[in-house]
């Protein structure tokens, strides 16, 4: 079973465009994360989401706008696409209060044409 | 934000042992060092965690300096598998009990056959 699920797992879209990129995670965490990795293999977080409460946000620019429904999914939906949002996004889950690992998806390769 | 430095990469043969330094010079009281590693294509997929006393599972065993102010992950027996970025990471933990990962630029393992 995977653990933290992301979808879809490519993205290919024209700039200006709107587009959302949703993420599971069926480990009982109550603490979801997404990250963005670049072209030059950086990852730098964005958001943080604990029991669907923001609690990390790092500058991202406000065309990002994460929304957690429940703890268990947390999406990511993109206003206005740039080039510069060329990127992988990688979401992840940890519990809070604990000194455990966070756990990775495999990522959405989004692409900006 | 602590940082961590390491070596851009570092080359093994196949069945030899591994030794991948870091240095956390400005690591505070309760920074735990996380180390992960990023296969191509996949997440960050998490390898081994401590604080002060060197650690040990079955992917690899984690060395700690007694000022805590380097460390080093010890893969005791390369295999072409474990080519891959390997990022050491300290665990910025904030007051609600949730924490980010600051990713450096990590180290290329080249695993030879």
């Known amino acids: 079973d995977t653990a933290v699920s992301q979808t879809p797992k490519y993205l290919v879209t024209q700039m200006g465009n709107d587009k959302s990129i949703k993420c599971e995670q069926n480990l009982g965490h109550d603490t979801m994360y997404w990250y963005k990795q670049d072209s030059k293999k950086f990852l730098k977080i964005m958001f943080s989401y604990n029991n669907k409460e923001l609690i990390i946000n790092e500058t991202v620019p406000n065309r990002f706008s994460p929304k957690s429904p429940d703890k268990a999914h947390l999406n990511l939906h993109i206003n206005s696409l740039e080039l510069g949002d060329s990127a992988v996004y990688f979401c992840?889950?940890?519990?809070?209060?604990?000194?455990?690992?966070?756990?990775f998806g495999d990522g959405t390769r989004l692409s900006i044409l | 934000d602590a940082k961590t430095t390491q070596p851009n990469s570092m080359e093994s043969n196949e069945e030899e042992p591994v030794h991948l330094p870091c240095n956390h010079s400005?690591?505070?009281?309760?920074?735990?060092i996380h180390w992960y590693r990023q296969l191509p294509s996949q997440g960050p997929e998490y390898v081994i965690h401590?604080?002060?006393s060197n650690v040990n599972n079955r992917m690899a065993s984690l060395a700690i300096a007694e000022d805590r102010k380097s460390s080093t992950l010890i893969l005791h027996r390369a295999t072409l598998r474990d080519a891959a970025v390997y990022y050491c990471?300290?665990?910025?933990?904030?007051?609600?009990?949730?924490?980010?990962?600051?990713f450096g630029t990590g180290t290329r393992l080249k695993v030879l056959a």
């Open positions: 400005t690591i505070s009281g309760t920074d735990y």
């Open positions: 401590g604080l002060t």
């Open positions: 990471i300290l665990r910025d933990v904030r007051t609600s009990g949730t924490y980010k990962y600051i």
């Open positions: 992840a889950s940890s519990q809070v209060y604990s000194n455990q690992p966070q756990h």
